[in-house]
């Protein structure tokens, strides 16, 4: 099922390490064309091709793409109650800690009168994409808008794919989640349709354009979002779902494979990787993973993920040139199961979120753990972050000088106005200080 690939021996550093690393192969070039088109279609006929593409690729014809009030509210009444209980508690969760996370305004002053503030102004309105297809996301309701609301964005809308099985609704249980969190605006509609309606907005249904869109979706969601950037902001280009272990002889082979079966649960393309330093621990979670796959209730999809090339068990010297690799990969969610975690999480420097010990599964970020699980994907934590208030913040700096803290600083103003050859620059301060008659 999965390979283990030896690299003891192997002259592993950290400026080799990305070329060891496991990575899922997309075609992109293709589904780029393909989104394109999709996406102009919506630009150009509006509504008309939102239903097109619903009937094309969702199967289901859709008369009001508007998901109505009492269809929302009908959803929550028909909510079980465990699950109505459990989406609540993640609520309060991961809104403490979004609130938490939500930076302060600060002012630095200079001289008496010259200072400069740095405050955080949430965009106008934001657009939150959630999946349906394989699996119903409730819990990407829940990290989205709950991120949202903690920036204060004013306006938030909803969009989810219409479903056959729920007369052209999104999933009732996605409806239900949005009621609870008083989400007003909901559509029926998915794809990379949905996000060029969010981007350009859709005139003939009054849904109007968003200022940022996040959300998880399939490569087809995630080429459109990369296609629209700088029109509109998007938390990042997510891909298929990784996750990355980190575990040395102490760690518990039955976890371990567990958390990879949970992860590639999600799609043929997710990617598990285990990184040790005992090969014995590699060959006794290979035969959990055979134990465990054949009794899970996706098993082929989990056998297609842990087969593929995105997926492997690494097994290295030493536990330095494991934390290279764990850098190199720089997964989605990484789990950390060595004997001492705390001499190993100061060298981690990329990854989406962290989850340290033998009791902190990626499940309980998925849903309850008060973390926030939209993160980046495909090496992205590299370079990015995970959702959270920052993703729907702008930070603004307001400058404010009196006429003597401007006057302590001209005379540099106008050297660097010189030295650069834009001496207006420095007329426009020095002006400033000249005599009525000088004027």
Known sequence: MIRIEDLRGVALTAANAHSFVPRV????????????????????????????????????????????????????SGLDKKVKSALEESIRRVRAASEDAVPQSTTTTY?????????????????????????????????????????????????????QDFGGLPHPTILAAAELLGITEVYAVGGAGAIAALAWGVPDI????????????????????????????????????????????TAHPEFIAADMVSQAEHDELASAVLITTSMELAKRVEASLTRQVAQTHHSERVTTSLSGEQSAILVV??????????NALAAEHLEIMVESPDDVVGDIRHAGAIFIGDYTPVSAGDYLA??????PTAGGARFTSGLSPLTFLRSQQVVEYDKGALEHVADSIVALAQAENLPAHGDAVTTRFLEPGEL
């Open 25 to 76: 192969s997309l075609g992109a070039a293709e589904v780029d064309a393909t989104v394109s088109d999709l996406m102009a279609e919506v630009k150009k006929d509006g509504s008309s091709a939102l239903r097109r593409q619903a009937l094309a690729f969702d199967g289901v014809a859709v008369d009001d793409l508007r998901v109505s009030s009492t269809a929302l509210k009908g959803a929550l």
């Open 111 to 163: 001289n008496a009168g010259g200072s400069v503030t740095t405050r955080y102004v949430p965009v106008d309105r934001a657009g939150v994409y959630v999946p349906g297809g394989k699996a119903v996301y409730p819990s990407s309701v829940v990290m989205n808008v709950v991120a949202a609301q903690a920036a204060g964005v004013p306006d938030i809308v909803l969009v989810s794919p219409p479903q």
């Open 206 to 249: 009054a849904l109007a354009s968003v200022s940022v869109i996040t959300g998880p979706g399939n490569r087809y969601v995630a080429a459109a979002k990369k296609q629209v950037r700088g029109q509109v902001g998007i938390d990042s280009e997510a891909g298929p779902t990784e996750i990355g272990i980190l575990a040395d002889d």
């Open 317 to 326: 010297d030493r536990l330095d040139q494991a934390v290279d690799l764990v």
């Open 370 to 375: 008060g973390s926030n699980h939209v993160l």
